[in-house]
């Protein structure tokens, strides 16, 4: 399969063109930058160009961008004003959420990357219709904004009551946005199961979000390699060697003492799947 590698490994460093170059060194020959304005902010012009005139000439290509979830510089500890939610209710914070995203995906102007990976709601948020409309509403502002882009937007399987898989499918169903999916193995894992999620996500599945957890907690480990993992991976590379043309296999990995050398072990990762 092809691989991909998600910057979120390395979201306590800020992103430049060293981590760049280091990451193709390792043989992935794709990345996903993931939106943490003290890692990759977007709103940074500077920050923006520098990384768009290397990757200009570069082998690197840039497979995706991960949606921002706060738009502070510290993780969303300034406070719950700084969520970045699509299926906030009041409208003028859902507007700014709107607005917030769409600085992101301007990023294409100048480090063209196919796909939007974009959260329905946040973690552990209970079911609401009224949530749906306004995440429908949304949406579509944010789909046409890329599309004049030539992005796509991809809507994630998260751990909240809006968006495991069925609630995905029922989502496309009610709203015809018919937008794809990017699955992510870890949060499956949490919710219905890898295999069921799989099954349901299929057709739509466009990119992924690879790595592991003890069926419980988002910790993000390192698949085969991290202690605490559950998910069965011989089984889960056999669903997801089933529709390779449609996706490359992309780590999603958490920064972790235990690997100190996170690019290496994410090479470790790629042979032990593909071995499987």
């Given at each position: ?153 991809l809507l994630e399987n998260i751990p909240n009551r809006l968006s495991s898989a069925e609630r995905l499918i029922h989502f496309n ?104």
């Amino acid at each position: 399969m092809l691989h991909a590698l998600s910057t979120h490994v390395l979201v306590s460093h800020r992103l430049n063109t060293v981590w760049l170059e280091r990451i193709y060194d390792a043989g992935i020959p794709l990345v996903e930058i993931f939106c943490a304005r003290e890692h990759f902010d977007y709103r940074d012009r500077a920050q923006v160009s520098e990384l768009g005139y290397w990757f200009r000439d570069a082998e690197l290509k840039c497979h995706s961008l991960h949606a921002p979830m706060y738009s502070d510089d510290c993780w969303g500890r300034t406070g719950p004003s700084a969520v970045i939610s699509i299926t906030e209710l009041s409208k003028p914070r859902r507007l700014q959420a709107v607005d917030e995203i769409k600085r992101a995906i301007e990023v294409a102007e100048k480090i063209p990357f196919r796909y939007l990976i974009q959260h329905l709601g946040v973690a552990h948020e209970e079911y609401d219709e009224f949530k749906l409309e306004s995440a429908f509403t949304a949406l579509e502002d944010i789909c046409l904004f890329a599309r004049h882009r030539g992005v796509e937007v991809l809507l994630e399987n998260i751990p909240n009551r809006l968006s495991s898989a069925e609630r995905l499918i029922h989502f496309n169903e009610i709203t015809h946005l018919n937008l794809n999916f990017c699955f992510d193995t870890g949060h499956a894992n949490i919710m219905e199961g890898v295999g069921t999620a799989f099954a349901l996500m299929q057709d739509r599945i466009r990119s992924t979000h690879v790595h592991d957890n003890n069926g419980t907690d988002d910790v993000h480990l390192f698949p085969g390699l991290a202690k605490g993992g559950a998910i069965e991976w011989k089984q889960t590379m056999q669903l997801l060697r089933s529709h390779s043309s449609q996706f490359p296999l992309l780590l999603e990995l958490k920064e972790s003492p235990d690997f100190p050398h996170p690019l290496d072990a994410a090479r470790q990762i790629f042979d032990h799947l593909e071995s499987l």
